[in-house]
């Protein structure tokens, strides 16, 4: 029996130690800036985050003259205030392709991104937030045979 209980211990002594999570680095360039990019829809967002005084500026224009709309604006800060890091970076994006709720939704993804390529520690509270997720939806093609997507065209007996 003793030989047994001893035989147990070794073998708890013989399982491997739990894996650690990984150690996210901070990722700048020579210029002190995080990149990265940021999808949404059919939009694409590259996003450049530096600390500053919190100036954001869309495709070289303003975001209050870029968005007009003040949801948008809102989407774009979520993540700055989410972190608690109102007003401590400057975002400089260029972003390309949809409309224009889709590039500001590809603008917070980026900016979610890169701030966590500047802060790793922040992740946790981005990724509770869901900001570090890509919306995956898209318009769905159309079909041939169908007059939109899934629309038919109208029936008729005769």
């Not at 869309?58 to 870029?66: G, M, P, S």
Request: proline residues 4%; hydrophobic residues 35%.
């Amino acid at each position: 029996m003793a030989e047994s209980m001893q035989s147990l211990d070794q073998l708890a002594q013989l399982k491997p130690a739990a894996p650690e999570a990984p150690k996210y680095v901070k990722k700048v360039d020579k210029y002190g800036r995080a990149y990265a990019t940021g999808k949404r829809k059919d939009a694409v967002a590259r996003v450049w985050v530096k600390p500053g005084s919190g100036k954001i500026s869309v495709n070289t224009r303003d975001v209050e003259i870029y968005f007009a709309r003040p949801v948008l604006r809102m989407m774009i800060q979520q993540p700055l205030v989410a972190a608690a890091r109102n007003g401590q970076y400057d975002v400089i994006c260029t972003v390309a392709g949809g409309g224009l709720s889709g590039q500001a939704g590809a603008v917070r993804h980026g900016i979610s991104k890169a701030l966590t390529n500047f802060e790793p520690e922040l992740r946790g509270v981005l990724k509770k937030g869901g900001f570090l997720t890509r919306d995956s939806r898209t318009v769905e093609r159309k079909k041939y045979g169908k007059a939109k997507a899934r629309k038919s065209f109208q029936f008729s007996k005769r």
